[in-house]
């Protein structure tokens, strides 16, 4: 089933309490997830994963200026300024394209693991990390020679990855297997693991305070982890359906954003506190952060959305997500076209039964 004749978007926005302001919303191209900055040109890099390109955004302007075309599906992407190269992990191409950020022409194509989907660098070590969800492993890459280091067994569904320089652990998140990989950065073996939500797909590190936090978007929660006892701590909830996460430049709080809620969640790191929501575009994931300054790729609408997060600390409580406004109200009719027969199928045909509609990555 492929038409949908029931209009969706602004009827089903949330009106959540904002602690921030939109400065902007710039058309970017087809399902954008991840993004990435750079700070020198003020420029913000967004792979559009299903335009099989990366849109480049002047941030002086907030318009999109340029495409740079890249594997197939790329669906995470980072920016090296010490090599001025953009990387994109082409989840199709089973790739990871590395860019010219000056030229804007692909220099390099690595091969990695099956349907790569998360990619992270540490620009310190000068390494790459790339999570296979298919090939269920992690490609560890050299940023500056462009060379495979090591290749790490994961488990099913390895994507979103973190880093730990000061315990030496790179954390591999587990999307099918509802679980995180401990790894050891001196030997590159697996040294721990734990279970975690269902459809881990995100994570980030705060060193200083042990934890790392890692999105669980089927279950619709985060999870604190410990880093040393191996071991959740704690579920903190958030908007629907999360997606995206990464940890603010101060290490004070986490950004999440909430796909199903077309919002963005800030939460304490010391406590896992909500302090607040700020809406979005449609559909969001990924995320960059420049001080205040927060860039969400909405793969619903198309868009990047530039917020400043107003946020000086912690709000005297805690923030809650209010009710969608079609809770209570019965569901309007609408008909879908069955992909298998060309026929129109009406809502009421299943009138006054119980039924699941799933529209999750329907592409």
């Known amino acids: 089933m492929t038409e949908l004749d029931i209009p969706i978007g602004a009827a089903c926005r949330i009106d ?18 991840g993004v990435a900055v750079d700070l020198g040109r003020r420029r913000a890099y967004v792979a559009c994963s299903r335009a099989d390109n990366v849109a480049l955004v002047d941030l002086g302007t907030n318009e999109t200026v340029a495409r740079i075309p890249v594997g197939a599906e790329p669906i995470d992407l980072v920016y090296d300024p010490a090599t001025d190269r953009i990387f994109t992990a082409n989840a199709h ?10 030229t804007l022409e692909v220099v390099a194509t690595l091969d990695v693991g099956l349907y790569p989907s998360g990619l992270t660098a540490d620009h310190d070590a000068r390494r790459i990390y790339s999570g296979n969800s298919l090939g269920s492993s992690m490609s560890v890459i050299d940023l500056d020679t462009l060379e495979t280091i ?9 994507g979103a990855i973190a880093f730990d320089r ?3 652990l790179v954390i591999c998140v587990n999307f099918i297997a509802a679980s995180a990989t401990f790894i050891d950065t001196k030997t590159w073996t697996p040294v721990g693991r734990v279970e975690v939500g269902v459809g881990a797909c995100a994570v980030g590190i705060v060193p200083e305070l042990g934890h790392a936090f890692i999105v669980n978007s089927l279950a619709g929660t985060v999870s604190r982890v410990s880093l040393d006892d191996v071991a959740v701590l704690e579920e903190l909830t958030v908007g629907r359906a999360p997606v995206g996460l990464t940890v603010g430049p101060r290490h004070d709080r986490v950004y999440v954003s909430n796909r199903g809620s077309g919002t963005l969640s800030i939460l304490g790191a ?3 506190m909500h302090w607040g929501m700020i809406p979005v575009g449609g559909g969001p994931g990924g995320i960059a952060v420049d001080g205040n300054r927060v860039y969400v790729a909405n793969a619903g609408s198309g868009t990047l959305s530039i917020v400043d997060d107003l946020l000086a600390g912690a709000p005297p409580r805690p923030a809650t997500e209010p009710p969608h406004p079609l809770i209570g109200h019965r569901l309007p009719e609408f008909s879908l076209v069955d992909f298998r027969t060309g026929e129109r199928r009406s809502s009421r045909e299943w009138a006054e039964r119980r039924y699941i509609i799933n529209f999750f990555a329907s592409w």
């Open 16 to 33: 959540a309490v904002a602690p921030g302001m939109t400065i902007a919303e710039v058309p970017v191209g087809l399902d954008p997830e």
């Open 150 to 158: 090591a290749t790490v067994e994961a488990e099913v569904g390895a």
């Open 93 to 102: 191409s089973d790739s990871v394209s590395a860019v010219s950020a000056e």
């Open 270 to 272: 010391a406590d896992g």
């Open 166 to 168: 000061t315990r030496e």
